[in-house]
């Protein structure tokens, strides 16, 4: 299980508010913390996680695949960073002999801050919006209710949503995007999103890309507050 605090914390004087979140990784799946810890942790994948290297690297380029592999993931974390993110999840462990060209990330949403603004109008109005390339739709996340934005973007496209940050950098490809905008519970003037990206195996409608949506689905699912 992963958890996460939240950046900001409400006083001390009634626990009424979440201190922090938690999910269910996939195996082979790490967090990286973006606000505090994030060299550590790219330390620990880097030498605990990534002892495998991808079918078809020699030996002797093992080392310089995880410098490269370093290089990414950083300029992962630094955009994802700038773009209000607390945590970026990613797999570092090839399934099949290949690593899976997928990532997610939770982040702040800047929604209604200082203004409590009731949940379900917020959520009411993100789902009458029109969603180029796909759709969005209400569901209950953590027993509340959250919403749901599938979509497909091309290489030549404009970022669709200001509030979505970049998973993962997919040079020339087309990619399945799904992103979860969630009231953070007790707090009405505080979201957070979760936002999902892959390119798949190159053909965003194929089966397998497909598993790798049902995937972060399951993971979503698992999404719980903590209070203590």
Known sequence: MSTSDLEQQSPPVEVTTP??????????????????????????????????????????????????????????????????????????LPRGGIFLMASFIVAEMPIGYGHAVPPQAVIAQLASEDVRGGTATKVDVAGAPALR???????????????????????ALPTRRVDYVIPVAGDPGRWISINFSTPGDGDVDSEFTGVLVELFDAVVGTFRWSYE
């Open 19 to 92: 201190r922090r979140y938690e999910l269910v990784l996939p195996p082979g799946w790490v967090r990286i913390p973006l606000r505090e810890g994030t060299k550590e942790a790219l330390e620990n994948i880097l030498f605990s996680h990534m002892g495998q290297v991808p079918e078809g690297i020699p030996r002797d380029d093992a080392m310089r695949f995880r410098l490269d592999m370093r290089r990414q993931l950083e300029k992962q974390a630094r955009a994802a960073r700038r773009n209000g993110g607390l945590d970026l999840y990613l797999p570092v």
């Open 149 to 171: 934005r599938a979509y497909r973007t091309t290489p030549h496209e404009e970022k669709p949503s200001s509030d979505a940050p970049e998973a993962v950098e997919q040079a």
